[in-house]
């Protein structure tokens, strides 16, 4: 019986990852999103790689409440649209987490069709840092995937930092 299970599990997995692409496929060629590539966004991981992983999991948990997925999807990949590290000196002072979302929208609309829902997840995606919640139900899933996966992308990076410190300071006492 498990491995019937395990066996269904396989496979409504797979056909989700399908849909999953068959929803951004037209995006992930783009040259624009293709760039976000070259920025890191929360430590040791790519701006790109965050917005897929929030897309993904925003996708799964739409379609599990019979929700839009498709917007879902295409706006998680698109809430990051912008080209500057917020890190660098330039943009201190500027309050990237009220300007970056009306960025990335501009963005989105110059490499594709938004319809309503993806611009207000868009452009709500930073709520509980802004005042202003999403307007849908589909936006409230891709802003808590949004810190959800922030938040897990920061734990991973300290990790990983703190093996590489470990490593290091073994080679140090070893020497």
Do not use: Q
Request: glycine share 2%; charged share 30%.
């Amino acid at each position: 019986m498990l491995f019937g299970l395990t066996e269904k599990w396989r496979r409504y997995k797979s056909e989700i990852v399908d849909e999953f692409y068959m929803n951004i496929d037209d995006l992930l060629v783009n040259e624009k999103v293709i760039k976000l590539d070259d920025f890191t966004h929360h430590y040791c991981f790519t701006r790109l790689k965050h917005s897929l992983d929030v897309a993904y999991y925003s996708f799964f948990i739409a379609k599990l409440f019979n929700l839009d997925s498709r917007s879902v999807a295409r706006a998680g990949l698109l809430h990051d649209l912008f080209f500057y590290d917020w890190r660098d000196e330039e943009y201190e002072g500027k309050n990237h987490a009220f300007e970056h979302p009306r960025i990335a929208l501009e963005n989105a609309r110059e490499i594709c069709d938004i319809n309503k829902v993806e611009e207000n997840i868009i452009l709500r995606h930073m709520w509980l840092v802004t005042i202003i919640p999403p307007k849908y139900k589909e936006g409230y899933i891709v802003t808590f995937v949004d810190k959800y996966c922030a938040a897990r992308e920061l734990l991973m990076s300290l990790y990983s930092r703190s093996k590489l410190r470990a490593v290091y300071e073994k080679a140090v006492i070893d020497v």
